[in-house]
């Protein structure tokens, strides 16, 4: 009797390795599900979040910011520094400096979506890479950007 | 009582059976950094101590330190693989507080990615608990389709793992019919892969060995240390906050609450396995149901809560969060709780851990589903 239990069981067994190797090999002949970077890269969503940047005004070129601190005062991670001041003739405040401590940032977005004038933005850099990291701790966000200064 | 942490032995008495072994903290069955100090007795453990706190990061103290708005990101980044539930639970929270209106079709879309990130992390579950037990293959299996839940929450979130979707008073922008259609359409080819997760281990017999009868929690046990969630549900107690205090209208779905009365790490598996199906069903619902207008109420920019206390509970891919609001008035609030459920799963790993054998530990660890960042928070 005990011995009919085990055959019992190793057949058993041996039915339900086959049902899961079936599903394995199964696999062998389907398509890759990685793709190989960097040769190639997986698209990215329109609303991904690589660091935040600033935008240019159309008409001239220079940040959009209009230095309000909002978006330095909400950051959870106080990891924005901004001044401003104004450009001669000018009626409203610029930001002559806009720094991004992205090592600490956790891309809420918190920043991005209070700005009254919707100057920020999140870039769509993921490759980030340095030998330093002073690059990342003090990233000058207006760097590409005109400047009235 | 108070156990010392480091073990009792002494050297002269350190035999060649009785030695004391170091689970972790950095083991890949703890899942994070968590630290077992097991007190053994050749294969069989005589005792085991969790340690915890190698991750901990005052996650309360930092929210009374921050503004409502601000502490969002924090709250999501307690729980990385249900980051969604705790985010769900925090707006909630402040918006019992503070009486904002949700519309509709928010707290649809809310119930949408809440329950595609519970599958996210029901699937990852699957896939690390079968790799603690030695298969290599059903982690690739389920990390192929999370992938996919992934892209399609990426698409709405922007971020792949730290959700910070939900904002007071609804969400910060629209899904569009596109997106819709792909999560149906993910739904459809997923319900036709499942069976392959059940080909592969469940009717699995060398699985059925490693976890039938294994770590056996009794309803009993279950209540008394606060268990909740697919644990509790595994040893027989129907208990699930989205059917008993629904919120975010999840009462208006149609869904099962699984229930497995072995209290096994079987039992928590079947629990886990149907529940994927159930939020597939939720999903389908709060889809085809899904109403026109606005994803944001009115708000104001600078959020002021008034006087007063909250507690709003939700039902997180692991168990019952309860996030408790105590507001003097003001930007900041005054005191929050978090009442964690890995936390209270993981005390009753000592109990159940007496006399196994050490990879049945293991075993047991990997079905209580451990969040090791939410357990420390
Ligand atoms: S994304 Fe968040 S953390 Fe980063 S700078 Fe903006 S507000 Fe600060
Ligand atoms: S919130 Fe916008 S306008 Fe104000 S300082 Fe920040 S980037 Fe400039």
Not at chain 1, 5 to 17: A, D, H, M, Q, T
Not at chain 1, 114 to 138: E, K, M, W
Not at chain 2, 46 to 71: C, F, S
Not at chain 2, 107 to 124: D, F, G, K, P
Request: hydrophobic share 40%.
């Amino acid at each position: 009797m005990m011995e009919c239990c085990y055959i019992k069981e190793v057949v058993k067994g041996f039915f339900s390795l086959c049902t899961g190797m079936r599903v394995t090999m199964g696999n062998v002949f389907t398509r890759p599900a990685t793709v190989q970077w960097p040769r190639e890269s997986a698209p990215l969503p329109d609303r991904f979040r690589g660091h935040i940047m600033m935008l240019a005004d159309d008409a001239t070129g220079y940040p959009k910011c209009i230095a309000c601190t909002s978006c330095a005062r909400n950051c959870p991670s106080q990891c924005i520094i901004v001044t401003g001041k104004k450009p001669e003739g000018a009626k409203k405040k610029m930001a002559d400096r806009f720094e991004l401590d992205f090592t600490k940032c956790s891309l809420c977005g918190l920043c991005v979506e209070i700005c009254p004038v919707g100057a920020l933005d999140f870039s769509r850099d993921y490759a980030l890479a340095s030998y330093t990291r002073n690059d990342f701790t003090t990233m000058d966000l207006l760097q590409e950007l005109g400047s009235p200064f | 009582m108070n156990r010392p942490i480091q073990p009792t032995y002494t050297l002269d008495k350190v035999g060649e059976e009785n030695f004391a072994l170091n689970l972790g903290p950095q083991h890949p069955g703890t899942h994070g950094v968590l630290r077992v100090v097991l007190h053994m007795d050749g294969e069989y453990i005589l005792q085991a101590d969790p340690v915890l706190g190698y991750g901990h990061r005052m996650q309360e103290k930092i929210a009374e330190n921050m503004t409502y708005p601000q502490a969002l990101p924090y709250v999501c980044r307690m729980d990385y693989l249900g980051a969604l539930s705790y985010n769900l639970a925090w707006v909630l929270a402040v918006e019992k507080l503070c009486q904002f209106e949700v519309p509709e079709r928010a707290e649809a879309i809310r119930v949408i990615a809440t329950e595609l990130n519970r599958i996210s992390s029901h699937l990852l579950w699957w896939g690390a608990f079968l790799l603690d037990l030695g298969g290599f293959t059903p982690f690739l299996q389920a990390l192929t389709d999370r992938e996919r839940i992934l892209d399609i929450l990426e698409e709405v979130t922007g971020s792949r793992l730290t959700y910070c979707y939900f904002r007071f008073g609804g969400l910060p922008s629209d899904v569009d019919e596109a997106w819709l259609t792909r999560v149906l359409d993910f739904i459809k080819e997923f319900r036709d892969r499942l069976p392959r997760y059940h080909d592969l281990v469940t009717g699995n017999v060398i699985f059925h060995h490693r976890s039938k009868d294994v770590g056996v929690i009794l309803p009993f046990d279950a209540a008394g240390y606060g268990l909740s969630g697919p644990i509790l549900r595994g040893s027989g107690i129907n208990f699930d906050v989205r059917k008993h205090e629904p919120y975010s209208g999840y009462d208006r779905y149609d869904f099962e609450v699984p229930v497995d009365q072995n209290g096994d790490c079987l039992g928590r598996y079947n629990v886990r396995m149907a529940e994927i199906e159930q939020s597939l069903r939720i999903i389908e619902q709060a889809i085809s149901a899904i109403p026109e207008g606005p994803v944001r109420s009115k708000v104001p920019k600078l959020i002021k809560a008034p006087e007063g206390e909250v507690a709003v509970a939700v039902e997180t891919p692991r168990g019952q969060l309860v996030i408790y609001i105590v507001s003097e008035g003001g930007k900041k609030p005054y005191r929050v709780k978090y009442r964690v459920p890995s936390f209270a799963n993981l005390s009753i790993f000592a109990k159940m851990a007496k006399g196994q054998l050490l990879a049945d530990a293991l075993a047991i660890l990997g079905s209580l589903d451990m969040v090791i960042p939410e357990v420390d928070r």
